[in-house]
């Protein structure tokens, strides 16, 4: 089901009233259990002016604001899938990471003729990349920096606010982390022992083992061991997603 809120102007957004920490949680768990469509157009009307104001301190021209202020909106209706209601917090804090998110993943996409992580087109613009002259000249040949952009005025940092998250998105990114951690383990526990094996070793660790070394170590073929991990994979996406996992982490 698709949700688009149209809010053209900040001034528009200023005038969506705010809500109150109770209605807001009942709009989250709503919008989360229940699908409720107008719980979440309560809570993307009412954090509207936070995606406005994100796009408007990275927009450097107008024409791009609309694709900033959409994407940040796309971020902010991930803050409302992903909210822990268990959390002592109002949500625009936890939403401005997501919304920051999306607004920089647009700022890129629009800035660059080819495709680029985020971070590495900030440090494009901010200077701090090696060979800087080069880099630099390259983005703006490209139109994606003006060709003023040098030494002898506010350099590029100066003028791009820091993407770092603070103290309070880090401390939100630990919890969504532990949160992840914690449906994980109880959906593994459904799995039988040599199913757990198989995950763990094939799929959840930092470095995969082949699969014939993990076949050899339980004791059967490599056909085997395939056709157990696609049924253990089976169950544990299923497990997860009625655990309430976020669906697009599972792709």
């Known amino acids: 089901m698709q949700v688009v809120i149209v809010i053209s102007t900040l001034q528009a957004a200023l005038r969506e009233p705010l809500l109150t920490a109770d209605t807001e949680r009942d709009a989250i768990r709503r919008w989360q259990d229940e699908g409720d ?24 021209n107008p024409v791009d604001l609309d694709d900033l202020v959409a994407e940040g909106m796309v971020g902010l209706i991930h803050a409302a899938d992903n909210f822990d209601l268990k959390l002592n917090l109002r949500f625009s804090t936890y939403a401005a990471f997501w919304i920051t998110n999306g607004v920089l993943a647009a700022l890129a996409r629009i800035g660059t003729v080819i ?19 080069a880099d630099l000249s390259h983005l703006a040949r490209q139109g994606a920096l003006p ?41 593994l526990r459904s799995l039988d022992p040599t199913e757990q094996a198989i995950i763990l070793r094939r799929r959840l ?37 009625a655990l309430g996992f976020n669906r697009a982490l599972l792709h």
């Not at 979440?40 to 406005?52: D, F, I, M, P």
């Not at 495709?115 to 002259?133: F, I, N």
Request: positive net charge; charged residues 30%; glycine residues 4%.
């Open 205 to 241: 660790a930092l470095d995969p083992e082949p699969v014939e070394a993990v076949a050899a170590d339980l004791g059967m073929t490599v056909q085997r061991l395939r056709q157990g991990e696609t049924r253990a994979l089976t169950r544990l996406r299923r497990d997860l997603l």
């Open 37 to 60: 469509r107008r719980a979440l157009e309560l809570l993307l009307r009412s954090h509207a002016r936070q995606v406005w104001s994100q796009a408007l301190r990275f927009a450097d």
């Open 115 to 133: 495709d680029m992580p985020v971070r590495t087109y900030l440090a494009a613009r901010a200077g701090r990349l090696q060979s800087e002259d």
């Open 147 to 187: 060709l003023d952009a040098d030494g002898d005025g506010p350099s590029l940092s100066d003028r791009l606010p820091c993407s770092c998250p603070n103290p309070a998105e880090t401390a939100e990114m630990k919890s969504a982390q532990k949160r992840i951690n914690r449906m994980l383990a109880q959906a």
